[in-house]
Structures are given as structure tokens and as C-alpha cells.
T-cell receptor, first 110, second 114 residues
Framework: GEDVEQSLFLSVREGDSSVINCTYT??????LYWYKQEPGAGLQLLTY?????DMKQDQRLTVLLNKKDKHLSLRIADTQTGDSAIYFC??????????FGAGTTVTVRA | KAGVTQTPRYLIKTRGQQVTLSCSPI?????VSWYQQTPGQGLQFLFE???????NKGNFPGRFSGRQFSNSRSEMNVSTLELGDSALYLC?????????????FGPGTRLTVL
């Protein structure tokens, strides 16, 4: 099956940029997602990118996709305390499911 | 549009009992997926339904089952509950399926098995 890996923790100072990285194995993936989960809540769709794109920008969020290296990243500009959460990388494949990474816990310090 | 809704939000059951969880997708969405989230295993795929047909099932024992109704609402059932079934159960919906459309998640049902 699909393997999705991401680093577990990231600590960033308020106002700095955060970069969360993710690698995956299935080259047939068509949709690649970033979800945010706050304590006690479900998954909030942050952004997504099609596999035929290299980059997508959405306000403070920038997603970069390197298909050759199967590497996906999420950059959050001007990180705020409200950005403290767990961020999941997810990859959609042709068998009607998403495969998730373990999640990166982002802590924003003042 | 209303988002994905799940009921109940919290459940406490004892070992050996069974439980049914419900999910109402976003209006117009025909694909519903279920995931189990635990601290140890992370997010794991349970099953996906489209137009009342199960198109894929994850690696879970037969105690886990689901179905989808003609209005796209879905239920999942867990029989003979075990302590390890304690988890957050998340439902997600999309127009045609997670491979081709953006998938939106509900708030989850937190199941505690005592």
C-alpha cells in the first residue's frame, strides 16, 4: 500500500514561516492534501494540489510538489498561535482511499 | 451548504457490545469514507461507499461493517467491541470519490470501550 511519511514535530516562532515536509511512495496519486486537526476536532481541509501541478498558493499557504522525488511540502507564512495544531499530509490513489502520514505537531511559540 | 455531520459525537460502550455510528455527507456528495484514528496507529482507512456500493475496504476484522443508503447517508457498525476499538471514527464525503474529488471530513465520533 501507499506509504506516507512526515516529520513528527515542528516548533516555530510566531511571525516566522513554517515548512512541513511529506514524502510518499505511490506515483499514481492524483490528489495530494494537507489537513489540519485541532485538539478534539475532526480534520479540516487546508489545501490540496493536483499531481500535474508544481505549486499552489492560497493566502498564507504555499504547497510545493516534486513528483520526481515524491515530495510534498506545506509552507505557512507569518505563522500565528492559531496555527498550532497537527498537520496531516494525505495522498489519494486509484483505490478510493486516502493514505495519511502520521501527522506533524506544530507548536508556535511567542 | 452544511458540512459532514456525524452522530453521536461521543459514545461509551463496554466490551462485547455493538455500536452503530452515523454519517450524513455534504448535500450532493455520493462518496462516503470511514477512517479510524488512534494515537498508536494514526489514521487508518476502514471503507468507502459510492451509490450504496462498497468500493474498497481496509484491513480490519469482519466485526467492522458499513453500509450506505440511497440518500448517501452511511452507517458503520462494530460488533463485539474490544478495548482496542476505542478511537475517533471519522467520516468523509466527496462528490465522486477520494481519488478524483476533494474529501471533506466530519467532526468524528469518539468511541470509548470500557
Amino acid at each position: 500500500g501507499e506509504d506516507v511519511e512526515q516529520s513528527l514535530f515542528l516548533s516555530v516562532r510566531e511571525g516566522d514561516s513554517s515548512v512541513i515536509n511529506c514524502t510518499y511512495t505511490d506515483s499514481s496519486s492524483t490528489y495530494l492534501y494537507w489537513y489540519k486537526q485541532e485538539p478534539g476536532a475532526g480534520l479540516q481541509l487546508l489545501t490540496y494540489i493536483f499531481s500535474n501541478m508544481d505549486m499552489k498558493q492560497d493566502q498564507r499557504l504555499t504547497v510545493l510538489l516534486n513528483k520526481k522525488d515524491k515530495h510534498l511540502s506545506l509552507r505557512i507564512a507569518d505563522t500565528q498561535t492559531g496555527d498550532s495544531a497537527i498537520y496531516f499530509c494525505a495522498v489519494g490513489s486509484n483505490d478510493y482511499k486516502l493514505s495519511f502520514g502520521a501527522g506533524t505537531t506544530v507548536t508556535v511559540r511567542a | 451548504k452544511a458540512g459532514v455531520t456525524q452522530t453521536p459525537r461521543y459514545l461509551i460502550k463496554t466490551r462485547g457490545q455493538q455500536v452503530t455510528l452515523s454519517c450524513s455527507p455534504i448535500s450532493g456528495h455520493r462518496s462516503v469514507s470511514w477512517y479510524q484514528q488512534t494515537p498508536g496507529q494514526g489514521l487508518q482507512f476502514l471503507f468507502e461507499y459510492f451509490s450504496e456500493t462498497q468500493r474498497n475496504k481496509g484491513n480490519f476484522p469482519g466485526r467492522f461493517s458499513g453500509r450506505q443508503f440511497s440518500n448517501s447517508r452511511s452507517e458503520m457498525n462494530v460488533s463485539t467491541l474490544e478495548l482496542g476499538d476505542s478511537a475517533l471514527y471519522l467520516c468523509a464525503s466527496s462528490l465522486e470519490g477520494p481519488s478524483t474529488d476533494t474529501q471533506y471530513f466530519g467532526p468524528g465520533t469518539r468511541l470509548t470501550v470500557l
